[in-house]
């Protein structure tokens, strides 16, 4: 088993920035992938962003050039940096951690981003 303990996000204006954080812990040798999804109000849950262990990251169309994804291995800690944010960046962020074999993630409890106009 993994857990996943995500930590801050909270209430910006717009233009702000917020940084997330997520711990690792447990049964970690498989996880290879962690990760940012987002899910607004009555939406489904999208992708943000993506980072290997490696250090190879993607990003949704939405948040290139304003999120960056980072991880410390040695920490076993995933972030977010979120800056320049906008209203439609309001959701409840989580974290993902992608275990190789058997396939399955692990999910952050999830954390309240709200961005004011």
């Known amino acids: 088993q993994v857990q996943l303990v995500q930590s801050g996000g909270g209430l910006v204006q717009a233009g702000g920035s917020l940084r997330l954080s997520c711990a690792a812990s447990?049964?970690?040798?498989?996880?290879?992938?962690m990760g940012w999804y987002r899910q607004a109000p009555g939406k489904a849950r999208r992708l943000v962003a993506r980072?290997?262990?490696?250090?190879?990251?993607n990003y949704a169309d939405s948040v290139k050039g304003r999120f960056t994804i980072s991880r410390d291995n040695a920490k076993n800690t995933v972030y977010l940096q979120m800056n320049s944010l906008k209203p439609e960046d309001t959701a409840v962020y989580y974290c993902?951690?992608?275990?190789?074999?058997?396939?399955?993630?692990?999910w952050g409890q999830g954390t309240q981003v709200t961005v004011s106009s």
């Open positions: 980072i290997s262990s490696g250090g190879s990251a």
């Open positions: 993902v951690a992608e275990q190789d074999w058997p396939s399955r993630d692990y």
């Open positions: 447990g049964s970690i040798i498989g996880i290879n992938t």
